[in-house]
């Protein structure tokens, strides 16, 4: 079972009777044995719920989430059946009506924590680059 770690919509909004949370890099995390695993927005974002049904709409949506150089690939539907997320989705919903916010308000903090992603991503490449050519100076120097 995956367990939800953190689950903070970026931005949220009520549209009629359906809410849409909108999720960004790192404001949405997973665990899967013990190792931690954050989502990244390259195919589906958002979670949409009827507020009157409190139903999930989009179970088609993908939600992929990154550790390294693995991924998890889950559409909605799955990730539903197989975490806790019905927990967190109750917390958010049961805040009540949440203030619109508009997207781009944490830009600077999205920004910096996707940077943060990419130097990571980059160090590991460079580390497997090392590896791959048998250098060793090299990789000695990034493991310092």
Do not use: C, W
Not at 13 to 36: C, N, P, R, T
Not at 54 to 67: D, T
Not at 89 to 102: K, M, V, Y
Request: proline share 3%; charged share 25%.
């Amino acid at each position: 079972m995956l367990h939800v770690q953190l689950m903070k919509p970026f931005y949220s909004k009520l549209e009629g009777q359906k809410m849409k949370l909108v999720f960004a890099y790192q404001y949405f995390s997973i665990k899967k044995d013990d190792e931690l695993f954050h989502f990244i927005p390259v195919e589906g974002k958002e979670i949409i719920v009827n507020m009157t049904t409190y139903q999930v709409e989009n179970l088609s949506e993908v939600f992929v989430f990154q550790k390294g150089n693995r991924f998890i690939r889950l559409p909605l539907y799955q990730l539903l059946l197989v975490s806790d997320i019905h927990t967190h989705l109750q917390t958010i919903l049961q805040h009540g009506e949440p203030e619109d916010r508009e997207p781009g308000s944490d830009v600077k903090a999205e920004a910096d924590e996707f940077i943060s992603l990419l130097e990571e991503v980059n160090h590991s490449r460079m580390i497997d680059y090392a590896l791959q050519t048998r250098d060793e100076n090299l990789f000695n120097r990034l493991l310092h």
